[in-house]
């Protein structure tokens, strides 16, 4: 009487354990991760600290990191003052690395690409750098982050623009050394750039994947391992 009750409990243990990925954690054989299909898509987390609120948002496709800009930025608002940049990241198992970088800025230029001296134009004073680390929850069908980070500002920059006009480059001499009557139509101006003022503030942040596609990288793997466009926009796929 006993023995074909144990064998009906062994049965139905054996099927709960088959569909254990049907209530809510992962499917069997998967090494415990949802996040088999690869790290590929849009991540974004929101930033919190003293005086200070962000959001870092960036990107992967094809198991690196997106190339595209805009997929892969942040913005803080410190002490009253807006700043902004490009996020480098690596995600590296379950260890989350990343660094902010100061708002870049170019040399105006005309439309062939060269550029007159002189010139004139503005580096937004609140540039500032930072960086951060974490962790990532591999069994979290979200890919859930969190960690902490610092951002202060961006320090005082030593620049030089070199000017070399062509014009008349078969009629130029090219200066050779110090005891040469050769030379060129070379103008080499430097500029610094100051450091800008904005308080340095610790943060943690808490973050999930968005999407399973790459902002703004055109195409990316899903979770079926098919490729399908991107849009400019993370909308929580």
Do not use: W
Not at 76 to 94: P, Y
Not at 124 to 151: H, S, V, W, Y
Not at 204 to 221: D, K, P, W, Y
């Amino acid at each position: 009487m006993k023995l074909p009750v144990l064998c009906t409990f062994a049965i139905l243990a054996s099927i709960g354990a088959t569909h254990a990925g049907s209530f809510g954690g992962p499917p069997p054989f998967t090494d415990q991760s949802p996040l088999q299909s690869g790290i590929d898509g849009s991540y974004q987390a929101t930033a919190r600290g003293t005086n200070l609120t962000g959001v870092i948002r960036f990107a992967y496709s094809n198991g690196v990191q997106s190339s595209q800009a805009t997929a892969n930025q942040y913005q803080f608002f410190v002490n009253g003052e807006v700043v902004s940049g490009g996020v480098t990241a690596s995600i590296t198992a379950k260890e989350l690395a990343g660094v902010l970088g100061g708002s870049d800025f170019s040399v105006p230029s005309n439309s062939n690409g060269s550029t007159e001296l002189p010139i004139v134009f503005i580096v937004r004073g609140n540039r500032a750098n930072g960086q951060f680390t974490g962790q990532m929850n591999l069994e979290d069908p979200m890919a859930a982050f969190n960690g902490k980070g610092t951002i202060g500002p961006a320090p005082t920059e030593t620049n030089t623009i070199v000017l070399i006009q062509t014009n008349n480059f078969n009629n130029a001499l090219i200066v050779v050394d110090s005891n040469s009557s050769l030379s060129q139509d070379v103008t080499v101006t430097p500029f610094v750039v100051n450091g800008s003022n904005i308080t340095p503030s610790n943060f943690t942040f808490e973050g999930v994947r968005t999407s399973v596609f790459a902002q703004s990288s055109g195409v990316a793997s899903n979770t079926s391992g098919e490729t399908a466009p991107t849009t400019s926009t993370a909308t929580g796929q």
